[in-house]
């Protein structure tokens, strides 16, 4: 199960006691800011693309969405998710639970600015009822991250 491959990751870090798990769904942004009672810009969504690299996923505020021109301009190609049927084995975790704990080698994470308005945000656990609320820098450490980068809009208006 998916959940517990994220925890078994944040086992290392002293934080898998901190995973919630609701009674309710929580694998949308709307969804999850109502199960843990927030604004849906703290929700990190985690999403996964494919570039002529691999496999990243891009952790990004919740009130966002990816910058075409600027995705080009960072990764050197278009903006390509992955279909559904393919993040689970690509990744790890199915949709609606993709984070960027547990995840499959070889999977590349990229935290996006959009994060930094937030003292705490709170990223899906594996499972499509689960999130863990994280300060930026136990995010950074938890994920494994390579690097920021700035590939959203929406935030800045």
């Not at 003292?119 to 450490?141: D, M, Q, R, Y």
């Amino acid at each position: 199960m998916s959940i517990e491959r994220a925890k078994a990751w944040l086992r290392q870090f002293g934080a898998e006691d901190r995973v919630l798990e609701f009674d309710t769904s929580s694998a949308t942004v709307e969804l999850a800011a109502q199960a843990v009672g927030c604004e849906p810009a703290r929700i990190a969504k985690t999403l996964s693309f494919r570039t002529g690299d691999g496999v990243i996923l891009i952790v990004a505020a919740g009130d966002t969405k990816i910058d075409n021109p600027r995705y080009k301009a960072r990764f050197g190609c278009k903006a390509k998710m992955l279909a559904f049927e393919e993040v689970e084995p690509e990744i790890g975790h199915a949709v609606g639970g993709v984070c960027p704990f547990g995840i499959n080698d070889g999977v590349t994470v990229f935290l996006d600015e959009s994060l930094h308005r937030f003292e705490t945000v709170f990223p899906a656990c594996g499972s499509s009822n689960s999130a863990i609320e994280l300060t930026i820098p136990e995010l950074e450490k938890f994920s494994g991250y390579k690097a920021w980068v700035d590939v959203c809009k929406g935030w800045r208006e």
